[in-house]
């Protein structure tokens, strides 16, 4: 008979056992070409997170328009980002990754394995967690890398590893953070960031914070990414001294026929370009790694929407990608949400006290 449940891995009386630590990213397609996207974008716009229509509504729109429109056009935008080494955002949270592994043992956390996933394309979730489990992780924590809660975000990253436990027989202990989006030290990392840029080439008329938007209905059913987003940016706000008329938050992004969260990004920028506001700084606190969002739709587009609409100086800060501060942040919030596992693992004395009990007790291995 078939197993309904996936493989467990060959388990060893008195084996170190390991604690995981899985970040997850939205994802990107493997390549910025129309084949790579097509994939892409139809595992991404059948998640029901991400639209809440009815399949018998959504279906013959997805596949019968939007799928033969949209990723040629997406290729072209993807194409104007993509590095040597692939995806911005692949590339940028591979990195992360192994950063904060280097960060974590160098605190004494050696029992700590780090690695990666996407929600959408690759590495996938499924495989990160495999991965994780064959590696001896019996507890897991699961880090989506979403500042703010967004159940099309955050809930949908949860949704793909809940999912993939269903197919795990042995579970592991699982832990998730929702959200850091007031968190002291990621607030403080946005703000330091924002001091150096400032520091080499001074400051704006005007900050702008631009979030990606969520359909307004989701505000109203409950979802809290809109207070949350607002939360983030008066604290950094406050963090860097700036009164109301010196900073504003946007939300970009929108997609459909749907009423947003406003106000939204492109209409801002028209208006701050006819009232001739000379210099305005956009920074993007939703995200954590630069992507096309942040890179074409923000830095790109956005730029030439302000200036052809009056404005005179526009600049994009970077995500925080890789700066120390974030992979100081990154680690202290990791190392919080470990408590009770780090302190409760066995050493090398009780794991082979263990192993010997097993043995006398008619154990194989």
């Not at 394995?113 to 489990?133: C, D, E, F």
Request: proline share 6%; with cysteine; aromatic share 8%.
């Amino acid at each position: 008979m078939k197993d309904h449940y996936l493989a467990e891995p060959p388990y060893t009386h008195g084996q170190a056992q390991r604690i995981g630590v899985l970040l997850i990213n939205l994802g990107s397609p493997d390549a910025p070409t129309k084949q790579a996207l097509k994939p892409y974008l139809r595992e991404f716009l059948s998640d029901p997170r991400i639209v809440e229509l009815p399949r018998w509504l959504w279906w013959p729109v997805l596949h019968g328009v939007i799928l033969n429109t949209r990723p040629a056009k997406s290729a072209e935008k993807y194409a104007t980002i993509w590095t040597k080494d692939g995806s911005p955002l692949r590339v940028h949270t591979e990195r992360l990754a192994k950063l904060l592994q280097g960060s974590l043992g160098e605190k004494g956390m050696k029992q700590v394995l780090v690695t990666h996933a996407m929600r959408y394309g690759n590495p996938s979730i499924g495989k990160a967690l495999t991965h994780l489990k064959e590696k001896g992780c019996g507890q897991i924590l699961l880090l989506p890398l979403y500042p703010q809660y967004a159940a099309s975000s955050t809930g949908s990253a949860l949704d793909a590893c809940y999912h993939q436990l269903l197919q795990i027989r042995n579970q592991p202990d699982i832990r998730t953070i929702k959200h850091f989006h007031d968190d002291a030290s990621y607030i403080n990392a946005l703000a330091q960031s924002v001091r150096r840029y400032w520091s080499q080439h001074g400051q704006p008329d005007k900050l702008v914070l631009s979030f990606h938007g969520i359909p307004k209905f989701a505000l109203e059913r409950g979802d809290p990414y809109h207070c949350e987003c607002l939360k983030t940016g008066r604290l950094l706000a406050e963090a860097l001294q700036l009164d109301a008329s010196r900073y504003e938050v946007c939300f970009q992004s929108r997609f459909g026929r749907a009423e947003w969260l406003q106000p939204y990004l492109a209409n801002r920028l028209v208006e701050l370009g006819k009232q001739k506001v000379r210099r305005i700084d956009v920074i993007c606190p939703g995200f954590v790694a630069d992507c096309l969002e942040t890179l074409e739709e923000v830095a790109m587009e956005g730029k030439a929407t302000f200036l052809s609409a009056g404005g005179k100086e526009f600049h994009y800060l970077p995500c925080l990608n890789d700066s120390p501060d974030w992979i100081e942040t990154l680690s202290a919030l990791v190392t919080h949400h470990l408590q009770g596992w780090i302190d409760s693992s066995p050493d090398d004395t009780q794991r082979q006290t263990s192993r010997q009990r097993a043995l006398q007790l008619g154990a194989k291995q």
